[in-house]
């Protein structure tokens, strides 16, 4: 299941396309999970090519806070921590 639209205020300012980023899981150079998210915005828009799946297609990540999901459609950035860091990636496209 997917989350509510984005909210205006998450609009175009807060959209970034992710060059060199792949694929979603793992801790190299390429990947959405390796992003370090601490500087980052609650709520901001990703974009990247995933490369990772056929045939291969472009993806929008939003970066929400955690709240108990997970699951298909989630992602878990390396740098997460229930106490300082307590956020996801959802895929909303």
């Given at each position: ?48 090519i995933n490369t ?42």
């Open positions: 299941m997917l989350p509510p639209p984005i909210p205006p205020q998450f609009g175009p300012q807060y959209e970034i396309n992710l060059t060199g980023v792949n694929t979603i899981g793992g801790s190299g150079y390429n990947a959405l999970c390796a992003v370090p998210t601490l500087p980052l915005v609650t709520g901001i828009v990703v974009d990247f990772g799946i056929t045939p291969n297609a472009t993806q929008r990540w939003q970066l929400q806070a955690y709240t108990g999901q997970s699951g298909p459609g989630t992602a878990q950035p390396n740098d997460f921590n229930i106490q300082t860091n307590a956020r996801i990636w959802i895929q909303i496209a």
